[in-house]
Every structure is written in structure tokens, then in C-alpha cells.
Nanobody, 127 residues
Framework: QVTLTESGGGLVQAGESLKLSCVVH????????MAWFRQSPGKEREFVVA????????YFSDSWKDRITISRDNGKNTVDLQMNSLKPEDSAVYYCAAGRTQYYTGRYNVARDYAYWGQGTQVTVSS
């Protein structure tokens, strides 16, 4: 059973930065592509960023591309999301996701393709 645990959410002011972390409990973390999605009330879950299982490729949502970095440590089974220059509209619940099919399909930005999800962590950005 693959389980994901996010941490690092909280309340920040506009313009500030925040780092989210996700710990993955799985025997073979290196078989998993990892991603972050977010969801605001009344909206669909939205792709933010993904990283390949080897960590050599990253995929960004256009709206985030200049403000975030994603990294993974395959020795510690962790993936981090560094978010900079946060805006009030970035407020949402952020979810860590893991999947195995992305390596074969090359499709990293579709929520339903990810089999495993964390419980989410709230990020609130005040103006």
C-alpha cells in the first residue's frame, strides 16, 4: 500500500514563499512519478507540477512555471515543492500525488492518471 503524507502548508502573506513536502511510504519510490495538484472550493483539481521517477524531467503548469521548483530525494522518499511570490489566488488545498503509468504514457498533468494521493495541506495567502 502506497501512502503519501504532505506537510508545510499554512498562512502566508502575498509575495512570500512556502515549501511543501511529501513523504511517500512505498518500497519502490523510484517507480513513482510524483506531482502536486491543488483544489479550491467549487473548482476542479488543478495540475501544478510533476517530476519523473528519475527526477530528470519536470512538467509545469504554465501559470506556475516561473514561481515554483519541484525536487525529489529518492534516498529519502520525499518530494518537495518550493513556491515563491505567492498570490491570494494561490490559496487552495495542495495535494501530493503518485503514479506509475506516467513513465509509459508521458502524460503527467492529468489527475485521474495518478493512483495515490495524500490527504492535502491547506495553503492560504493573504493580501
Amino acid at each position: 500500500q502506497v501512502t503519501l503524507t504532505e506537510s508545510g502548508g499554512g498562512l502566508v502573506q502575498a509575495g512570500e514563499s512556502l515549501k511543501l513536502s511529501c513523504v511517500v511510504h512505498d518500497r519502490i519510490f523510484t517507480n513513482l512519478a510524483m506531482a502536486w495538484f491543488r483544489q479550491s472550493p467549487g473548482k476542479e483539481r488543478e495540475f501544478v507540477v510533476a517530476i519523473s521517477r528519475d527526477g530528470d524531467r519536470t512538467y509545469f503548469s504554465d501559470s506556475w512555471k516561473d514561481r515554483i521548483t519541484i525536487s525529489r530525494d529518492n534516498g529519502k522518499n520525499t518530494v518537495d515543492l518550493q513556491m515563491n511570490s505567492l498570490k491570494p489566488e494561490d490559496s487552495a488545498v495542495y495535494y501530493c500525488a503518485a503514479g506509475r503509468t506516467q513513465y509509459y504514457t508521458g502524460r503527467y498533468n492529468v489527475a485521474r492518471d495518478y493512483a495515490y494521493w495524500g490527504q492535502g495541506t491547506q495553503v492560504t495567502v493573504s493580501s
